[in-house]
T-cell receptor, first 114, second 113 residues
Framework: NAGVTQTPKFQVLKTGQSMTLQCAQDMNHNSMYWYRQDPGMGLRLIYYSASEGTTDKGEVPNGYNVSRLNKREFSLRLESAAPSQTSVYFC?????????????FGDGTRLSIL | KQEVTQIPAALSVPEGENLVLNCSFTDSAIYNLQWFRQDPGKGLTSLLLIQSSQREQTSGRLNASLDKSSGRSTLYIAASQPGDSATYLCAVRWYSGTYKYIFGTGTRLKVLA
């Protein structure tokens, strides 16, 4: 029972490079989320998706794009990475489409931008 | 502005001690409050969810209370063990706003053997 799986676990990029973070869940959940976690700050919502084919901006969407490929997968793309995007990225999921409240989290992707 | 605060940022206690972790929030019109545990290098694991109509929730050695009028929640851990060492985060959902679900910065707990 994998839950929420994120790949890769670690990545180092140079400024200006692009990258896609992958997330998949096997719980048949409707809603999926992308958060970033920075030292001294709470988790902040980047984007979320209430269902396949729909996505909405969260608190800090600038510099990111997302794709809800199907019900299982929700990817986060950095088109032109910046040092300010150095962070730990978490994907999460929940069954509800009506209430935005993540319940299950992946183990994170630790991303460094040089 | 809706905010969630957790103080202290870090806490060390000897094994066996009962302890209380604090979570404060502005705006008492909350929908619910949730406590999570985060182990180093891992994601968040949900511990307890308290709805706005509830005063407390219990799971094993954990008890979470909610006092909306004072804007506070506490997580009580009984008879702490080294395995309880982790970061504990609270998150609050308010009625307003699609993504008005805000995390605190967490309290990093270390239980000494």
């Amino acid at each position: 029972n994998a839950g929420v799986t994120q790949t890769p676990k670690f990545q180092v990029l140079k400024t200006g490079q692009s990258m896609t973070l992958q997330c998949a869940q096997d719980m048949n959940h409707n809603s999926m989320y992308w958060y970033r976690q920075d030292p001294g700050m709470g988790l902040r919502l980047i984007y979320y998706s209430a269902s396949e084919g729909t996505t909405d901006k969260g608190e800090v969407p600038n510099g990111y794009n997302v794709s809800r490929l199907n019900k299982r997968e929700f990817s986060l793309r950095l088109e032109s990475a910046a040092p300010s995007q150095t962070s730990v990225y978490f994907c999460a999921s929940s069954a509800s489409t009506a209430i935005h409240q993540p319940q299950h989290f992946g183990d994170g992707t630790r991303l460094s931008i040089l | 502005k809706q905010e969630v605060t957790q103080i202290p940022a870090a806490l060390s206690v000897p094994e066996g001690e009962n302890l209380v972790l604090n979570c404060s929030f502005t705006d008492s019109a909350i929908y619910n409050l949730q406590w999570f545990r985060q182990d180093p290098g891992k994601g968040l694991t949900s511990l307890l969810l308290i709805q706005s109509s509830q005063r407390e929730q219990t799971s094993g050695r954990l008890n979470a209370s909610l006092d909306k009028s004072s804007g506070r929640s506490t997580l009580y851990i009984a008879a702490s063990q080294p395995g309880d060492s982790a970061t504990y985060l609270c998150a609050v959902r308010w009625y307003s706003g699609t993504y008005k679900y805000i995390f605190g910065t967490g309290t990093r707990l270390k239980v000494l053997a």
